[in-house]
T-cell receptor, first 117, second 114 residues
Framework: GAVVSQHPSRVICKSGTSVKIECRSL??????MFWYRQFPKKSLMLMAT?????????EQGVEKDKFLINHASLTLSTLTVTSAHPEDSSFYIC?????????????FGPGTRLLVL | AQSVTQPDIHITVSEGASLELRCNYS??????LFWYVQSPGQGLQLLLK??????LVQGIKGFEAEFKRSQSSFNLRKPSVHWSDAAEYFC????????????FGTGTRLKVLA
């Protein structure tokens, strides 16, 4: 149980284009999802907290207009990297917490590797 | 300020040897504590967690961790390491204030020698 998927697993795009990454909770409802960014050989940096039906809460220093987050349902959150630049290349990981349960545990997706050329 | 420290960036052990990965935290109250493992290019898998109660926590894959309040530590242990345990291990502190956020340590990369 508690499986989180991400799509795509890898994406290559040209500078200036937008890329959408999906995060789905497959077997549970997720009131809250989180988006992280991980640089090579580094820890995870929380970008934003996504709550179903409301606006995302962004961490300090994260551009909300560049990283658009939508949490349209209890099983789906999307991260759109707008006008991508090479410095946006990274490993993006989402996580989800189970709605209504002992909700402190986050379950992580397998990650999406973004390469911007 | 809240923080998580994993003092060891790299650890190398021989297969079959015991393992201890250190984690120290700074938090205003007793936090929720987690250990996750990440294989190369993969997401994070939960090994074990501590919310309250028994301070010795058993997890998957033969791992255990002990919460020591006096030392603000939550070290991960395994009595006999297998080659498949080679991975990156992250300790995390979970917020008890209702934001559900995690603070991650910088990770410890484990290498297992055959």
């Amino acid at each position: 149980g508690a499986v989180v998927s991400q799509h795509p697993s890898r994406v290559i795009c040209k500078s200036g284009t937008s890329v959408k990454i999906e995060c789905r909770s497959l077997d549970f409802q997720a009131t809250t999802m989180f988006w992280y960014r991980q640089f090579p050989k580094k820890s995870l940096m929380l970008m934003a907290t996504s709550n179903e039906g409301s606006k995302a809460t962004y961490e300090q220093g994260v551009e909300k207009d560049k990283f658009l987050i939508n949490h349209a349902s209890l099983t789906l959150s999307t991260l759109t990297v707008t006008s991508a630049h090479p410095e946006d290349s990274s490993f993006y990981i989402c996580s989800a917490r189970i709605a209504g349960g002992m909700g402190e545990t986050q379950y992580f997706g397998p990650g999406t590797r973004l390469l911007v050329l | 300020a809240q923080s998580v420290t994993q003092p060891d960036i790299h650890i190398t052990v021989s297969e079959g040897a015991s393992l201890e990965l250190r984690c120290n935290y700074s938090y205003g109250a007793t936090p929720y504590l987690f250990w996750y493992v990440q294989s190369p290019g993969q997401g994070l898998q939960l090994l074990l967690k501590y919310f309250s109660g028994d301070t010795l926590v058993q997890g998957i894959k033969g791992f255990e961790a002990e919460f020591k309040r006096s030392q603000s530590s939550f070290n991960l242990r395994k009595p006999s390491v297998h080659w498949s345990d080679a991975a990156e291990y992250f300790c995390a502190v979970g917020s008890t204030s209702g934001t559900y956020k995690y603070i991650f340590g910088t990770g410890t990369r484990l290498k297992v020698l055959a």
